[in-house]
């Protein structure tokens, strides 16, 4: 069955109505997949693949699920085999690998903590062990502590969100680097908040905002290489990372306010991320695409 949304109404007068989730919340970041109610769209059935990524190898951070997992089988789906890296959610991880290699492709997993530098050149150095290469390296992962005033940011809290969301993309290219070859892709997850803002998320959407930076000041960097780096800013997106960050009732009403009245499923980001990966952009590098419902934004 497609999954993508239907109209609503007759055809002739189509008006997009709200579409919200059950409240629901988890206890510990960055959530689980399987306790999600609805669980999020991660594939789109009607996507075959042709072959854009044959014989690369991509390591995908939080790719046990959200975002990551999407990408992760739109990659296998075009050919690419693919290491996963995710700090606990290991059930999640486990469903992704076994689709991944029910599309005939290969799926490491890596359970770590990427908070540690020592943990990021392991991670590279076990996804090039196992499969020989690394063409494509997608730093994905993120934690958000939603406060009211930036006076309730503890120091601890303002650590921690750089630590796992910006402190990593270092660590991780850093590693990555020396098996990188003219040709490779790094891939960025940003944020639309690093554009709009968000009056409750400011270390994060401060962090997001590092991202773009990073993106744009590395491909400058790699350009002479032949490394491609690039950044995808999704607007609100159906992954465990919402409710283990909002309270229930948030949730509730988590992406309403977008013109398409709804938050994207993770499906919906893949296509994305296979373009900038693969040969249909060998000419775009230290750009940001915006997937977003209809959010404006300037970059």
């Known amino acids: 069955m497609n999954p993508v949304y239907p109209y609503y109404g007759e055809r002739t007068v189509c008006r997009v109505q709200p579409i919200a989730f059950p409240p629901q919340h988890q206890d510990r970041q960055p ?10 769209i991660s594939e789109n059935p009607d996507s075959r693949g042709s072959g854009k990524l044959d ?6 951070t939080g790719g046990d699920s959200g975002i990551g997992k999407a990408a992760a089988i739109a990659f296998a789906k075009e050919g690419a ?3 996963i890296a995710y700090l606990y959610e290991a059930s999640d991880a486990e469903a992704t690998q076994r689709r991944i290699e029910e599309l005939g492709q290969r799926c490491l997993r890596i359970q770590t903590d990427l908070r540690y530098k020592a943990n990021c050149i392991q991670a590279v150095e076990h996804t090039v ?3 020989g290469k690394l063409d494509i390296l997608v730093n994905n992962h993120g934690v958000q502590y939603p406060q009211q005033s930036v006076l309730d940011i503890s120091e601890e809290q303002l650590y921690e969100t750089y630590r796992t969301n910006i402190f ?3 660590f991780l290219t850093q590693a990555a680097l020396p098996h990188l070859c003219t040709g490779a892709s790094i891939i960025n997850t940003a944020s639309i908040t690093a554009y709009q803002g968000n009056k409750k998320l400011i270390d994060y959407s401060s962090t997001k905002g590092a991202v773009v930076t990073f993106t744009r000041s590395l491909a400058l960097s790699l350009a002479d290489s032949g490394i491609r780096v690039n950044s995808v800013a999704p607007g609100p997106v159906w992954t465990p990372l919402i ?3 909002y309270p229930a009732e ?3 009403v988590f992406g309403t306010d977008t013109p398409f009245k709804r938050a994207a499923q993770p499906y919906e980001l893949a296509g994305a991320y296979v373009y900038l990966a693969g040969p249909d952009s060998t000419y775009v590098t230290g750009t940001c695409i915006h997937v977003n419902g209809g959010d404006m934004v300037t970059s």
């Open 31 to 40: 959530g689980l997949e399987s306790l999600m109610q609805p669980r999020p």
């Open 55 to 60: 014989g690369k190898v991509a390591l995908i």
């Open 81 to 83: 085999d693919v290491a």
């Open 129 to 131: 062990r196992t499969f």
């Open 168 to 170: 990593p993309f270092f």
């Open 243 to 245: 409710p283990s960050s």
């Open 250 to 252: 948030e949730v509730s």
